[in-house]
């Protein structure tokens, strides 16, 4: 039912789903000591609800930030503290809190007309994220590729949310496999919709590109090899592993992995050869186990 829900809402560009502050504690509690002295980014985030906005600019002057900047589109028909009452699209600019009472008001923060939608592609959001240094939000979800993509075109770190399916996608994979991406420490299981019921999902995770230890964890393998509970496929030869806890200790050779794997990859500890996928095409053919087609498989090595 998740799987479908996230399906339905990029065809219907349904991307109100909205963090919960609880999610981002958890997440952002790794992530500390990176922030001081940074700018942050949060370009899909409407302030009144946001809870991106709330975390960093109650946490402003724990984390020791520089700066917070917050974007949002026009027709989310912002009256941001009842002082923008036209559907202009607007940006937000924190430098912490100056009356000492430590919850951030309108006299602080520096709210500035935009000309275009608020989009985050357009060319005055652009400048805005090539001041940050960190963008930290829950992009949309039908525009996921076009948002990493672009991330990744101006070499900016950051912590985003994503579903566990964007993995698998042409334009994400290779960032996966070459490490320039990798997943965070938690997955979120529910959401808070527009109109605020709350929306379970069961396959959503952080990506991002700040170093953690998390990735250097090595996965405790316990079992071993043996040929009839690890058949071979039918086209290639490479084992097939049902689940990440039960990869051989020791097996030396190419193994097929659930996509799930991705949230234990050590790179010192293993190698991701590619993507087998029933639907597209990998050595020609996809994973067939006695002529049945297996779900989705990370193709993996591990190292020496």
Not at 171 to 193: A, M, R, S, T
């Amino acid at each position: 039912m998740a799987n479908n829900t996230l399906t339905q809402a990029r065809r219907n560009k349904n991307d109100e789903f909205y963090t919960q502050l609880s999610d981002i504690n958890s997440e952002l509690s790794y992530y500390k000591d990176f922030f001081k002295g940074k700018t942050v980014l949060c370009n899909c985030d409407d302030p009144r609800i946001s809870n991106f906005f709330h975390y960093f600019s109650y946490s402003f002057e724990h984390l020791g930030l520089k700066k917070l900047i917050t974007t949002c589109y026009k027709s989310q028909n912002i009256d941001l503290f009842s002082r923008n009452e036209s559907n202009q699209a607007v940006y937000l600019e924190y430098y912490g809190d100056k009356n000492g009472n430590r919850i951030p008001d309108a006299d602080e923060i520096g709210i500035k007309p935009l000309k275009g939608d608020g989009d985050f592609r357009s060319a005055e959001c652009i400048r805005l994220l090539q001041e940050a240094d960190v963008v930290v939000t829950n992009p949309p979800f039908s525009l996921f590729r076009e948002y990493v993509a672009q991330l990744m075109k101006y070499n900016k770190k950051f912590l985003i949310i994503g579903n566990d399916n964007c993995r698998t996608y042409k334009e994400i994979f290779p960032l996966l496999k070459n490490n320039q991406i990798w997943c965070g420490h938690n997955h979120v299981k529910e959401f808070v919709k527009a109109d605020g019921t709350k929306k379970k999902f069961g396959n959503v995770s952080w990506y991002t590109n700040i170093e953690i230890r998390k990735r250097h964890e090595e996965l405790e393998l316990y079992k071993k090899y043996n040929p009839k509970e690890y058949p071979k496929y039918d086209h290639y030869d490479a084992i097939n592993v049902n689940k990440v806890d039960e990869i051989p200790m020791d097996y030396d050779g190419v193994m097929g992995v659930p996509i799930t794997f991705l949230d234990k990859y050590n790179p010192e500890q293993f190698e991701i050869l590619g993507l087998d996928d029933h639907r597209t095409e990998w050595r020609g053919r996809g994973p067939e186990l006695n002529g049945k087609c297996i779900y989705r498989r990370i193709i993996i090595r591990r190292k020496k």
